[in-house]
């Protein structure tokens, strides 16, 4: 028999709002989980590291503590600002200004964290860090102390912080609205004053400053391996179909990447993914790189709206 709305625990919503309490709590526990997560990545990651062993590591310990990875792990290097993954085969070693940004997913709802490493003692780099760390501090204590969160005022906070210390946000990336199986939903949070006057209402949010001494802007780079779900599409190849059908199971509609799908179905799956794109079932990133070549830090932090404002991580 099925249970009704009042006896389903998913439907029992929390205070009175829309979101319910078996919500906020995976929402927590995926912030929980971020957290030591971070702390683990800090104690691993030292120049000269493979990028590949760092990912990995990083991922396998999300699923040690109970969640899943909400998209691969990037490792993004000094002007490559984000959507940088290693291969399967990969054997870049870590070095310079590295971006690690990850996401926990616990039953689809997501707790997503980046923060900038200098692996080099070098003085810009550190500076750049302290930059996109200081905006996202400021954008924090903004939405804490507002009953009415506006994008714009948010923007506000991030560009005039990182341009105090004489750099430049990236105004085309900016923080995103989270949902349920889904890391970029709804409204994009702008990295300066946009204008945008638009409430922040209840619901998780990413809040995430990119900081560069360049033009502030990003362009689209070479194929980052990372793909995400977008249609069921009729191929051929029995491959792609069975890899599509574990596709569409496994990570439904978060990111997933082509190292991923090669443990589990060998070095063929290459050409299988490569017929799977041609035919759109498929989306794949591009790599995004900061158009003057310049360095970028990046921070990011996620909060949760209900009654009040929580930072999860």
Same mark, same amino acid.
């Given at each position: 028999?099925?249970?009704?709305?009042?006896?389903?625990?998913?439907?029992?919503?929390?205070?009175?709002?829309?979101?319910?309490?078996?919500?906020?709590?995976?929402?927590?526990?995926?912030?929980?989980?971020?957290?030591?997560?971070?702390?683990?990545?800090?104690?691993?990651?030292?120049?000269?590291?493979?990028?590949?062993?760092?990912?990995?590591?990083?991922?396998?310990?999300?699923?040690?503590?109970?969640?899943?990875?909400?998209?691969?792990?990037?490792?993004?290097?000094?002007?490559?600002?984000?959507?940088?993954?290693?291969?399967?085969?990969?054997?870049?070693?870590?070095?310079?200004?590295?971006?690690?940004?990850?996401?926990?997913?616990?039953?689809?709802?997501? =707790?997503?964290?980046?923060?900038?490493?200098?692996?080099?003692?070098?003085?810009?780099?550190?500076?750049?860090?302290?930059?996109?760390?200081?905006?996202?501090?400021? =954008?924090?204590?903004?939405?804490?102390?507002?009953?009415?969160?506006?994008?714009?005022?948010?923007?506000?906070?991030?560009?005039?912080?990182?341009?105090?210390?004489?750099?430049?946000?990236?105004?085309?990336?900016?923080?995103?609205?989270?949902?349920?199986?889904?890391?970029? =939903?709804?409204?994009?949070?702008?990295?300066?004053?946009?204008?945008?006057?638009?409430?922040?209402?209840?619901?998780?949010?990413?809040?995430?400053?990119? =900081?560069?001494?360049?033009?502030?802007?990003?362009?689209?780079?070479?194929?980052?391996?990372?793909?995400?779900?977008?249609?069921?599409?009729?191929?051929?190849?029995?491959?792609?179909?069975?890899?599509?059908?574990?596709?569409?199971?496994?990570?439904?509609?978060?990111?997933?990447?082509?190292?991923?799908?090669?443990?589990?179905?060998?070095?063929?799956?290459?050409?299988?993914?490569?017929?799977?794109?041609?035919?759109?079932?498929?989306?794949?990133?591009?790599?995004?790189?900061?158009?003057?070549?310049?360095?970028?830090?990046?921070?990011?932090?996620?909060?949760?709206?209900?009654?009040?404002?929580?930072?999860?991580?």
């Amino acid at each position: 028999m099925e249970k009704s709305e009042i006896e389903n625990p998913e439907n029992q919503r929390f205070l009175g709002l829309q979101i319910s309490e078996q919500e906020i709590s995976n929402y927590r526990k995926a912030g929980i989980i971020a957290r030591k997560v971070k702390e683990y990545a800090k104690s691993i990651i030292k120049p000269q590291v493979k990028l590949l062993e760092i990912a990995e590591k990083i991922e396998n310990k999300i699923e040690e503590l109970g969640g899943k990875p909400a998209f691969p792990c990037n490792l993004s290097i000094n002007e490559i600002a984000a959507h940088f993954t290693p291969a399967y085969n990969d054997e870049t070693l870590a070095s310079g200004l590295l971006k690690i940004d990850f996401g926990v997913s616990c039953d689809g709802f997501i =707790a997503d964290l980046a923060f900038s490493l200098d692996l080099e003692n070098n003085e810009e780099n550190k500076k750049l860090i302290l930059a996109s760390e200081k905006a996202l501090q400021e =954008a924090l204590e903004y939405v804490k102390s507002k009953k009415e969160i506006k994008l714009n005022e948010i923007g506000e906070k991030i560009h005039k912080a990182i341009t105090s210390f004489g750099f430049s946000p990236i105004r085309n990336l900016s923080g995103h609205e989270l949902g349920k199986y889904k890391v970029h =939903a709804g409204l994009t949070i702008p990295n300066y004053d946009n204008n945008n006057s638009t409430k922040l209402e209840e619901g998780a949010y990413a809040i995430e400053p990119f =900081a560069t001494l360049g033009q502030g802007i990003v362009y689209d780079s070479s194929p980052s391996g990372i793909y995400r779900f977008e249609k069921r599409a009729g191929v051929r190849d029995l491959l792609a179909r069975e890899i599509l059908n574990f596709i569409e199971q496994e990570y439904k509609t978060l990111p997933f990447c082509e190292r991923w799908i090669i443990k589990k179905f060998g070095e063929r799956a290459k050409i299988s993914l490569s017929f799977l794109e041609q035919a759109q079932a498929i989306y794949q990133y591009p790599q995004l790189v900061e158009k003057s070549h310049k360095k970028v830090s990046q921070a990011e932090n996620t909060i949760l709206i209900t009654d009040r404002v929580e930072v999860l991580i």
